[in-house]
């Protein structure tokens, strides 16, 4: 019997590890980047080096972690409204 | 253009669905594809003009008003509506169809009609077929939250009733036009739309009824209610400045209930609030640029939408789950789901060269032509969330994360497959040749460039730090098996809070009342009048012991002497003219 060997390629903690370093190494490719286009900034703030980087590192961190404390509020068991 | 053709585009899905039940097997499907299909042809034929009126009780009904913003949103709903169909071609369930194509009959009315009349039965229409898209899942949970969906869409519809006949009793116009006039009868029209848009605090009708339909129900539900909203906004509250707020509220609540849910299809009914967000702050900013920008997104919205819950879909169709707790793993056996449905989450991320990026960006550049640095700012943190929430975690728990064990497999109706490659194809074509649906753009603009090398790199360099902290905070993300309150607390528990008010409120008016009245009142009245006379008779009548006794025998059975009952009387009214006297 001979059964097809299943597509595991995102178990492996090698890949993960690989994953991981693209991840890095794309952020950081997209930063640089920056350095040599021309931006044109729209007000004065945006204009500084890497700010969509910051801006998007930043937002998701608190976006994330505000979830994270409201859920100590807001999250209620899955049977909540049948009891 | 021959006369035949002008026949408005709502009644052939309408009247169409009639005949569903009537046709057998795989014809029925095929005849459900064609309809849509047919409505599409015939809106790409219709001249612009107001085409067909019709004399209704004293006024002159607009039933066909075309014009480039009535044939881009008729486009976009027959389109989708037809690749839907190819979807559900499995499906045998004639009710479903015959509502679905109802639903869908229903928002193409409000798109083309021209007057106020015409609008507010097909806005009620679309309100009750919907439900039955709910209700046909057959679950006690579809019944309860279609149940609360019909309330409060009936509710949302009283609103703009009551709008509309003040609307109409001051100025005497039915026509559909932009409401320039501030008055208390635009804002109840307002406030009526914005409850179908799904914006706080009324909101939660979207996220409590669409993950409770069937698999293709909550598909075909996700495209239109909110959609028409925001064509209805479009055309009549362009530049009202409340909706900017309106809009960035919309955006940054989706994304934090998103990130909340645990449920898949909760997830993404969540990020329909998010993305309507951004299209409802680009009809506030008013100008040529967003409300092409907000036309240009509701357009991509629904394809990169329906993918993602065709995807989501075909996840419930195969394994019965929807809750992130107990998927993941699924890339091994469900590859093609997965692709697609991560194509649908990078086009609603506008990750450039798919269509979330030809359109966002438009409403974007729309605030920062109008200098409006907040809304800019919060759009471009929206647009970061979403990244996070249906662009990462959809795909992230669903397709990978903990491998459960699960083997489903691959849908084994091709055409589910088939619809989600349409999808997916129309998501990158528009992403890297967004030209012919810049064309169908309602409003003249300056040309739009979407991609510029430092556009493109601002935009990877947001999306892939976004990246970066969803997986830097993957332990604050990890899913609980919990769903999270919202408003929708107020109308599901509101019935028991009633009572309890209720009781608490006015029995406790009704206790006192009684204490009061009853017990105090009543008890103090009898006694004065039963035992005042008694009391004054023995006070002025010298008498003995055994003679007192029987006067008060007497006045307690109320059969007193008559003469003693005048003196007592005439005692009675001498002292009451004293006490009166000034």
């Known amino acids: ?83 | 253009m021959t006369a035949s053709l002008l026949f408005p585009p709502a009644f052939i899905l309408i009247l169409g669905a009639l005949l569903v039940p009537l046709i057998p097997g795989k014809a029925k499907n095929i005849y459900v594809i064609a309809l849509p299909a047919l409505a599409f042809w015939m809106i790409s034929q219709l001249p612009h003009g107001e085409l067909l009126s019709v004399h209704f009780f004293g006024h002159d009904l607009s039933l066909l008003r075309v014009d480039k913003l009535s044939k881009i949103f008729g486009y976009v709903f027959t389109l989708n509506a037809t690749i839907v169909c190819i979807y559900a071609f499995y499906l045998k369930d004639s009710q479903q169809h015959m509502s679905a194509l109802g639903y869908i009959g229903g928002a193409l009315g409000v798109v083309f009609s021209g007057d106020l009349i015409t609008l507010y039965f097909f806005w009620e229409w679309m309100a009750v077929c919907s439900t039955f898209l709910i209700l046909a899942r057959r679950t006690p949970k579809a019944y309860g939250a279609g149940y609360r969906y019909v309330m409060l869409h009936l509710f949302g519809g009283l609103v703009l009733l009551a709008g509309i006949v003040l609307h109409i009793n001051g100025t005497g116009s039915i026509g559909f036009d932009a409401f320039t006039d501030r008055t208390l009868a635009s804002y109840l029209i307002l406030a009526g739309i914005l409850v179908n848009a799904a914006a706080p605090p009324f909101h939660a009708w979207l996220s409590d009824a669409y993950p409770e339909a069937t698999v293709t129900g909550g598909l075909i539900l996700s495209a239109y209610t909110t959609k028409t909203s925001v064509y209805t906004l479009i055309r009549g509250y362009a530049g009202y400045e409340i909706l900017i707020v309106v809009g960035c509220v919309m955006a940054l609540y989706g994304i934090i209930y998103a990130l909340l849910e645990n449920d898949m299809r909760r997830i993404l009914a969540y990020s329909i609030i998010n993305q309507v967000g951004f299209m409802i702050c680009g009809i506030g900013i008013g100008t040529a640029m967003s409300l092409n920008g907000a036309a240009a997104h509701a357009f991509c919205h629904i394809i990169y939408k329906s993918l993602l819950w065709m995807s989501a879909g075909s996840v419930l169709y195969m394994t019965g789950k929807s809750k992130c707790t107990e998927l993941g793993g699924l890339y091994k056996t469900m590859p093609w789901t997965m692709i697609f449905g991560t194509i649908g989450a990078l086009a609603i991320s506008s990750v450039p060269f798919t269509s979330g990026y030809t359109s966002k960006p438009l409403i974007i550049e729309a605030a920062v032509n109008q200098h409006l640095v907040w809304p800019w700012l919060i759009l471009e943190i929206a647009s970061a969330g979403v990244f996070l929430h249906a662009g990462i975690k959809f795909p992230y728990f669903v397709f990978f994360n903990q491998d459960r064990g699960l083997r489903p497999g691959e849908p084994p109706h091709k055409t589910m497959l088939w619809a989600m490659g349409i999808m997916a194809f129309l998501c990158i074509f528009l992403g890297c040749y967004p030209a012919p649906l810049y064309a169908l753009l309602p409003f003249e603009m300056e040309p739009h460039v979407p991609y510029t090398l430092s556009g493109v790199i601002k935009q990877f360099q947001l999306l892939m730090l976004s990246a970066l902290a969803f997986f830097v905070f993957l332990k604050l993300l990890k899913r609980t098996d919990t769903i999270a309150i919202d408003t929708d607390i107020i109308w599901r528990k509101g019935g028991r809070w009633f009572y309890i008010c209720m009781d608490k409120g006015l029995n406790f008016v009704n206790y006192a009342f009684n204490e009061l009245m009853h017990k105090g009142a009543a008890t103090g009245l009898g006694r004065y009048f039963s035992e005042g006379p008694l009391n004054m008779t023995l006070a002025v009548l010298p008498a003995d012991e055994a003679k007192r006794e029987q006067i008060t025998r007497y006045f307690r059975a109320g059969i007193s002497p008559i003469g003693l009952s005048v003196a007592v009387a005439a005692l009675y009214l001498f002292g009451f003219i004293i006490l009166t006297l000034p």
């Open chain 1, 1 to 83: 019997m001979s059964h097809k060997k299943e597509f595991d390629w995102f178990d492996h903690d090698k890949n993960r590890k690989l994953l991981w370093k693209l991840l890095w190494g794309t952020c950081a490719l997209t930063v640089i980047a920056e350095a040599f286009v021309h931006v044109h900034p729209h007000f004065s703030f945006d204009g500084i080096f890497g700010f969509s980087a910051l801006l998007g590192f930043a937002s998701c961190s608190v976006l994330i972690i505000l979830a994270k404390l409201l859920g100590l509020v807001l999250k209620v068991r899955e049977d909540y409204y049948d009891r």
